[in-house]
């Protein structure tokens, strides 16, 4: 949720795992809303129509991005810019994002028909509380008030430790993947 706190510090934290694995992250963007098809946005926010908007905003950066690097540095410059999220579209130009592309997709129908697929993918899989992360199709940690729900911990070395290991792709694993051996399955 784009103007959630919680939210703000999960993406502080990847801020500092994105550098080191990005070329084997597929990122996500699910987010907590209610389906209100009357509604400017199609959806009700918690923090407002301000938040819709900045959700859409995230979303269509995320589509629209050349890496994910680039795609962070746009989270960090919304995060930076807390209190305008929403509200100033300038915000994609410091991020290299295909501007032309982002501001098509946040002022047309595709951003709104990825915001009511991202509300619908978090009803589907049964997540209500903003900032839930997920590495590898299962739940790896929640930050609300606090972080819970982190057996592997919630610092960064945990969660590249944890997509290294959760990466079954062909491509080569980052060099940084050779320091975290792969969990041991007990029987």
């Known amino acids: ?19 080191s694995v990005h070329s084997i992250m597929d990122v996500q963007l699910n987010f907590i ?4 098809p009357n509604s400017t946005f199609g959806a009700t926010c918690m923090h407002g129509d301000a938040e819709c908007r900045g959700n859409i905003d995230e979303l269509c950066a995320l589509k629209h991005k050349p890496d994910l690097p680039s795609f962070w540095r746009f989270l960090t410059c919304l995060n930076n810019h807390f209190t305008d ?29 990825l915001f009511k697929q991202s509300v619908e993918a978090s009803v589907f899989a049964g997540v209500k509380t903003s900032a839930t992360v997920f590495i590898g199709g299962s739940l ?13 911990g919630y610092r960064p070395t945990d969660f590249i430790r944890d997509i ?8 080569p694993k980052p060099s940084i993947c050779g320091q975290y051996r792969p969990p041991t399955s007990f029987r």
């Open 164 to 171: 290294c290991n959760a990466y079954k792709g062909s491509a």
């Open 140 to 152: 790896r940690c929640v930050e609300d008030g606090g972080w819970y729900s982190c057996p592997g």
């Open 33 to 36: 809303a209610e389906l209100t």
């Open 85 to 113: 999220i929403g509200s100033d579209p300038d915000l994609s130009l410091n991020a290299g994002l295909d501007t032309a592309a982002f501001l098509a997709c946040t002022s047309q129908g595709e951003g709104l028909a």
């Open 1 to 19: 949720m784009s103007r959630c706190p919680d939210a703000r510090k999960v993406e502080e934290v990847f801020a500092n795992v994105v550098p």
